[in-house]
């Protein structure tokens, strides 16, 4: 090779450039100097330790144990279906994260999964062992609004990104939300103002209402704001609030008050197995041959679970239900993939948690870097969105979506179609107009870095 | 009150079941409460199968009763001589094992048995109106208490059973095989766990962790009445149902605080329990 003064030069400053580098990765390490290349992003969380090698690790905490169990299943397996279309790079990822190739950023998405039987403390335990042990890159948990609230605190502290799966208390994009976590479903004050209107053109004005109302935050935001709009605008009166405890084993004392109230319509607030249990116990103290039952917040799995048909012509607001996919094509073809792996149709819990990783691999692809503040920037961004409800798009302020709220009423035994067909879509109500302003409930989202 | 009385007179079975095999075998069976909860499955499995209620009660009885003979012939019997510790430590990890068997084979959607349908609806009582099928489940388990206690105290195996409690060593001199008894005394305590958990289940739908619960308030019962001692799991159950009941329309929070304070005040009081025997030790 012959050696001219360009070529000379070209290898001179290459080698330069090396040198440079690795003095700037020397300094960076040592936390005084950042690399060349980070100029703007130093080490935050396990950023960049996390998203080194050749795949990423995200951390689950779902309850598999006790009152939320079946949710938390549920929820799971749309974790892992979001996981394994992400790496393969599947249609339906590409429809929601037009970017995406394979994997996210093209490194390989691995998860693990622990049990937090809806505990707060457990959740918080199993994450920070992922996040130590397994530089997790994005943690997710739910069902419980506690779970979600106590995951908030942590990714905010860690400053790893948080995607909450099912949570419907207004505290988890309210007063305890963070910079560091999203959220899919709406809160309960939303579905509560989505199904108000369509109770008072269902049932009239001027009836008498009863209340059950789980003794805790979700349970009395979402009690008020039934009544209070209710009360106003259809002249209802509320002839008793009974307020029973989280996981209740026996509702007959507050069902015995609510049988004998003389109440038109019967508000079921509680959630979960305490849904399931005071409904079955509801038809035992014979409130639902008297009073119109309505379940102002659906939990996943309630018809299944309470059966009977229990359920025939109740009113319900919901986040997801399967038959949305004669209206989205990207719920078809949803409900078409889990149906085919799980071998039942997915209930909201495994949308909304489909949801936010494909939405995670959304945000991490446009802004090219796991670098949190980046990808946060991007949910902030406000960037509508390809969702299995239509067009959505994330509050800047409070890292809420905004999406639309489905009313649903619990079909007859003779025009279901199908033993899963629960459910008939009154409507799908636009989220916005229902959603409270970003700070009512007094939001500060917290540090960047 | 009413559903004090019924959640007391289950309470009052439940425990009934825990008491005699603790004071006959010395055993503190930790898994009485996933036996409580296999009763409800069984039951359900049954009913699924037939469609008959009185069926579904005889097969869970009868599904745990078998399951508690075969448990304290294979297991259970090896553990009469080895210190307490053990005993706790191998009923615990078999209630793990049972639940987790029973969320494997059925997950974790709960399952519900509807009463028959001549105790569907509710009775007026004059004053209120209540669910039939909880009033027929006072007599249900008043009924099987009776047959429990004519089994204890009119009956040859009775007697020795009531004589094995007092002083098995003496029982064992006469001639009496006492391990065929204690065989027998440990199906009958599993069975009357396994009776309550299918008749209650029209009232609460089936879980896998419904025993859990259920064994905790058994303990306070058992407490309460007096270790070992038949009429004080009766009278201890009942005294149980009402505190949770009537503390639970005041502050629900404050149920289980009540129980303990009330068990606290009785071991103040009377530290063997309302109705307990002198210690065998």
Redesign the interface.
């Known amino acids: 090779m012959v050696a001219n003064r360009r070529t000379f030069l070209g290898q001179s400053l290459a080698v330069g450039a090396g040198i440079g580098g690795i003095s700037a990765g020397g300094w960076g390490a040592l936390g005084l100097v950042s690399p060349a290349w980070a100029k703007d992003e130093p080490p935050i969380g396990t950023w960049p330790a996390g998203s080194q090698g050749s795949s990423v690790f995200i951390g689950i905490t779902v309850p598999r144990t006790g009152t939320y169990a079946v949710q938390g299943e549920d929820e799971l397996k749309g974790y892992q279906l979001a996981v394994e279309h992400i790496n393969a790079g599947h249609p339906l990822i590409k429809a929601i994260s037009p970017k995406t190739t394979k994997g996210v950023l093209g490194k390989e998405v691995k998860y693990g999964v622990a049990d937090d039987g809806a505990k707060p403390n457990q959740a918080v335990q199993n994450i920070s062992r992922f996040i130590s042990e397994n530089k997790a890159v994005l943690m997710t948990g739910g069902t419980s609004s506690a779970v979600a609230v106590a995951l908030n605190k942590l990714a905010q502290r860690e400053k790893v990104l948080c995607v909450v799966g099912i949570s419907g208390s207004n505290d988890t994009t309210g007063k305890d939300c963070v910079r560091y976590s999203v959220r899919e479903c709406f809160y309960g004050q939303t579905a509560a103002a989505g199904i108000g209107p369509v109770l008072l053109k269902a049932f009239g004005k001027g009836k008498k209402a009863a209340y059950l109302t789980p003794d805790y935050t979700y349970g009395h935001t979402v009690q008020k704001s039934m009544s209070d709009f209710l009360n106003k605008e259809g002249g209802w009166t509320t002839v008793t609030n009974q307020v029973s405890p989280l996981g209740a084993p026996d509702y007959s004392s507050f069902l015995l008050n609510i049988a004998n109230s003389g109440a038109d319509i019967f508000l079921n607030i509680n959630w979960g197995h305490d849904a399931v249990l005071s409904i079955q116990q509801a038809k035992q103290f014979g409130v639902l041959d008297k009073q119109k039952l309505v379940v102002p917040y659906q939990v996943p799995f309630l018809a299944r679970e309470v059966g009977g048909n229990l359920l025939e012509g109740v009113y319900a607001a919901t986040d997801f239900w399967w038959t949305l996919e004669d209206k989205y094509p990207l719920a078809k073809q949803f409900v078409a993939e889990f149906e085919k792996k799980y071998g039942y149709k997915p209930e909201w819990g495994a949308n909304a948690c489909y949801m936010q990783f494909a939405m995670w691999a959304n945000a991490v692809e446009t802004a090219g870097t796991f670098y949190p503040p980046a990808v946060i920037k991007v949910y902030e961004s406000g960037a509508k969105i390809q969702s299995t409800v239509g067009e959505v798009h994330f509050r800047p302020e409070d890292h809420q979506l905004v999406r639309p709220v489905i009313i649903v009423r619990g079909k007859k035994a003779a025009d279901m179609k199908g033993k899963e067909d629960y459910w008939e879509v009154l409507e799908v109500l636009p989220g916005e107009p229902l959603m409270q302003k970003p700070d009512a409930f007094g939001c500060k989202l917290g540090d960047y870095t | 009150m009413f559903?004090g009385l019924?959640?007391g007179a289950l309470l009052a079975l439940i425990s009934s079941g825990l008491t005699i095999i603790y004071g006959t075998l010395g055993v503190l069976n930790l898994a009485h409460g996933a036996m409580f909860m296999i009763g409800g499955y069984a039951g359900y499995l049954t009913f699924t199968a037939t469609g008959s209620f009185l069926l579904a009660i005889l097969g869970g009885a009868l599904f745990v009763m078998v399951l508690g003979i075969v448990m304290e012939r294979v297991i259970i019997r090896h553990f009469y001589g080895r210190p307490h510790e053990d005993q706790i430590l191998v009923t615990f990890g078999l209630s793990i094992v049972f639940v987790e068997a029973i969320?494997f084979s059925f997950?974790?959607?709960?399952y519900?048995v509807?009463?028959p349908p001549w105790a569907?609806?509710?009775t007026s009582l004059g004053f209120?109106?209540?669910?039939t099928?909880?009033l027929v489940v006072v007599g249900i388990v008043a009924v099987a208490l009776l047959a429990l206690y004519l089994v204890l105290y009119r009956t040859r195996l009775g007697m020795i059973v009531r004589a094995g409690i007092e002083d098995s060593v003496m029982v064992d001199s006469l001639g009496i095989n006492v391990f065929r008894v204690f065989m027998v005394v440990f199906g009958i305590g599993a069975m009357a766990a396994g009776f309550a958990g299918i008749v209650n289940a029209?009232?609460?739908?089936l879980?896998?962790?419904m025993g859990e619960?259920i064994l905790v308030q058994t303990f306070v019962v058992v407490v309460i009445g007096g270790v070992g001692s038949f009429p004080g799991a009766i009278l201890g159950g009942l005294i149980a149902g009402q505190i949770l009941?009537i503390t639970?329309?005041i502050n629900?929070?404050y149920a289980y605080v009540m129980l303990f304070a009330a068990m606290t005040l009785v071991l103040l009081i009377r530290p063997r329990g309302l109705m307990g025997l002198r210690s065998r030790d």
């Open positions: 559903n019924v959640l969320r997950g974790s959607l709960s519900s509807p009463p569907t609806g509710v209120m109106l209540y669910p099928y909880r029209p009232v609460v739908s879980t896998p962790d619960m009941s639970s329309m629900p929070g």
